[in-house]
């Protein structure tokens, strides 16, 4: 569908044509690109049914419009958005999207100091040039500043980690002042997606002006974007961005569903409500005049026919049609883990001892974790030799008797060698009750050769587990190249689990991976990798992830109980336990 694509181009000449200083065209534009962006029909069907006269009849659509809609659905590019990109320096698009900006500050950038790029940006606010402008003083210099270095940093988005801990704080603050009904973390924080643009809060109350001048004094604000009486922004330290608004209690539900998201996953959603002659939109769900929804998310998704649908789901990839169905799984719950299967302590990179680890993970309710410490050619991580695993496997069993009703299993993460031998012999694998096997080393092999490499050691009689399988760390490393789906059927058929690592910046396998393997039945573990006590919280990043793969509890390892568990370590014929 070309829709949403069409509507892009639109607005971008709108853009463009406000730079020009031309009159009320760039409003029209935006206008026909929202109507086409929420429209429930191909816009290629309609034209190629009735051509640019129906193109006329749809609202908001005059001659002009239409006819650039037929131009690009012929021809791929629209003629006149090509000469007017002709006539602005590319470079100002970049300025024109910071925060604060937008086009009429960037065209006068260009037109007082001929700034054409965000390098020639940078320079002029350095000289001093941008305060002495008119409509720009010295907090916006400040301001631009921090914008494009925060552009260069992350492209603006920051881990699931380190923004939901800021999210909850902020909620924490907002929940305790008595005239806050309500408040909820929307956007995709809500659907726990692996990376965030910014924090998206939503709150009901009768006192919403006092609420905002809570929120834009909150001890973290750095820079207040909007001020107002029913949304304000403002700009944290690490020039993270938060939204605040206030919602009507009849329409809190249908503004959670619409600022939650994410944007297709409401478009079809509204063209769904389109066919039923009703209407979606962030007030409600309505019928004429009437609403017939939308104080809660559950009777909207109701009424429009369909089951509920988690917010981790609501990405428009199948989670409609199946709900429509009644056909969505139940998904693993945030409660389900009874243990943690990856860990390290002080013997090799970890900073605290097994009953430090144990005593932590009794308390979060655990029934059962693996101490799995690096292998010898782990040297930088202090990987240990065979003398110095046996020592911990005696420190395990101390332990054991000192933090009773948890079970403390005896494991290691042994490296996978590069021609697929592990790290110690199996005579040493047969010592441990639980085998985490990766790959820390040499991850520019090729795709054949890692495949070859890693399925090898998923054949060994004693390993349980393939910790993060692609090696990816978001922002920082590509995963290795690797037939992935060949590692799911060999892993499949050595009952190897594959973990999900709920490290912050691994989540590996991510969502999509984490879908394939589990549709393919190949079993999963979630587990923290902590290095330290603190890290064990993590689990709910990659209950996230496996949530947001469609992932259910009978496919994850951990959710067994011990005996259950213990059944799925002893694999074949292995004499464990
Ligand atoms: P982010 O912040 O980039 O991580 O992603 P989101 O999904 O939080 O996006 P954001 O903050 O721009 O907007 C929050 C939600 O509001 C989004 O998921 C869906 C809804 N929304 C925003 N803009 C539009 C829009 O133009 N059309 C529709 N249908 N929904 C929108
Ligand atoms: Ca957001
Ligand atoms: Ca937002
Ligand atoms: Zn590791």
Same mark, same amino acid.
């Given at each position: 569908m070309k829709n949403l694509e069409i509507a892009e181009i639109l607005n971008k000449m709108a853009d463009l044509m406000e730079m020009l200083e031309i009159d009320w065209k760039p409003r029209a534009y935006r206008k026909a690109a929202r109507t086409i962006e929420n429209m429930s029909k191909d816009i290629r069907n309609i034209y190629e049914k009735g051509g640019e006269k129906a193109l006329c009849e *749809?609202? =908001? %659509? !005059?001659k002009g419009i239409a006819f650039k809609i037929e131009q690009y659905l012929k021809k791929g590019k629209i003629k006149e958005f090509e000469q007017l990109k002709k006539k602005i320096p590319q470079g100002l698009e970049q300025i024109m999207n910071?925060? /604060?900006?937008?086009p009429k500050k960037a065209i006068k950038l260009y037109k007082k100091l001929k700034i054409k790029n965000l390098k020639q940006l940078i320079s002029a606010v350095k000289k001093g040039k %941008?305060?002495?402008?008119e409509g720009f003083g010295k907090k916006s210099e400040k301001e631009i500043l921090r914008a494009i270095e925060l552009k260069k940093q992350s492209k603006g988005r920051q881990l699931l980690g380190v923004m939901l801990p800021i999210a909850r704080k902020i909620k924490n603050e907002l929940e305790k002042?008595? +005239?806050?009904k309500r408040i909820e973390i929307a956007g995709s924080l809500r659907r726990r997606k692996?990376? *965030? !643009?910014d924090i998206d809060l939503l709150i009901r109350s009768d006192k919403p002006e006092k609420v905002m001048g809570v929120f834009t004094k909150?001890?973290?604000?750095?820079?207040?974007l909007a001020k107002g009486k029913t949304k304000s922004s403002i700009v944290l330290r690490l020039g993270i961005q938060s939204d605040l608004r206030v919602l009507p209690k009849e329409s809190f539900g249908a503004g959670l569903q619409y600022f939650t998201g994410n944007k297709d996953h409401n478009i079809k959603l509204r063209k769904i409500a389109i066919k039923k002659k009703y209407k979606l939109s962030e007030y409600g769900l309505f019928k004429g005049k009437k609403q017939?929804? /939308?104080?809660t998310e559950k009777e909207t998704y109701q009424k429009l026919g369909m089951q509920y649908i988690e917010p981790e789901l609501r990405?428009?990839?199948?989670e409609i049609e199946a709900a429509i169905a009644k056909k969505l799984p139940k998904l693993i719950g945030y409660?389900? *883990?009874?243990?943690?299967?990856q860990m390290h302590t002080a013997? =090799?990179? /970890?900073?605290?001892s097994i009953e430090e680890m144990a005593k932590a993970a009794k308390k979060m309710g655990y029934k059962y974790i693996a101490i799995t410490d690096h292998s010898k050619s782990e040297r930088i991580a202090g990987g240990m030799d065979e003398k110095k695993l046996m020592k911990c496997l005696k420190a395990i069993e101390k332990a054991r008797k000192k933090v009773r009703g948890i079970t403390i299993l005896k494991g290691a993460e042994v490296d996978i060698l590069p021609d697929g031998s592990?790290? +110690? =012999?199996d005579k040493i694998l047969k010592k441990l009750d639980i085998v985490v096997a990766a790959v820390h080393s040499r991850? #520019?092999?090729n795709k054949n050769e890692m495949t070859k490499r890693i399925c090898k050691a998923l054949e060994? #009689? +004693?390993?349980n587990i393939l910790a993060h399988p692609t090696g990816r760390l978001i922002g920082e490393r590509r995963p290795y190249e690797l037939d992935l789906n060949k590692v799911i059927v060999t892993a499949k058929k050595n009952k190897v689990a594959l973990e999900i690592n709920a490290f912050p910046n691994r989540l590996d396998l991510n969502e999509g991976q984490a879908r394939i393997a589990a549709e393919k039945g190949a079993k999963l573990v979630i587990s923290?990798?902590?290095?330290?006590?603190?890290?064990?919280? +993590?689990m709910e990043y990659s209950i996230a992830v496996a949530r947001r793969g469609w992932? @259910?509890?009978?496919?994850?390892?951990?959710? @067994?109980t011990l005996s259950e568990l213990k059944k799925f370590l002893r694999k074949h014929n292995s004499t464990r336990f």
């Open positions: *749809i609202p =908001s %659509i !005059g910071l925060p /604060g900006m937008g %941008i305060k002495k402008l002042l008595s +005239y806050v692996e990376t *965030i !643009g909150l001890p973290e604000v750095k820079t207040i017939i929804a /939308g104080k990405e428009n990839t199948g409660d389900d *883990i009874k243990g943690d299967l013997w =090799s990179d /970890g900073s605290e592990l790290d +110690y =012999s991850f #520019k092999m060994n #009689k +004693y390993v923290t990798d902590a290095h330290q006590t603190d890290n064990l919280r +993590y992932v @259910k509890k009978a496919q994850v390892i951990n959710t @067994k």
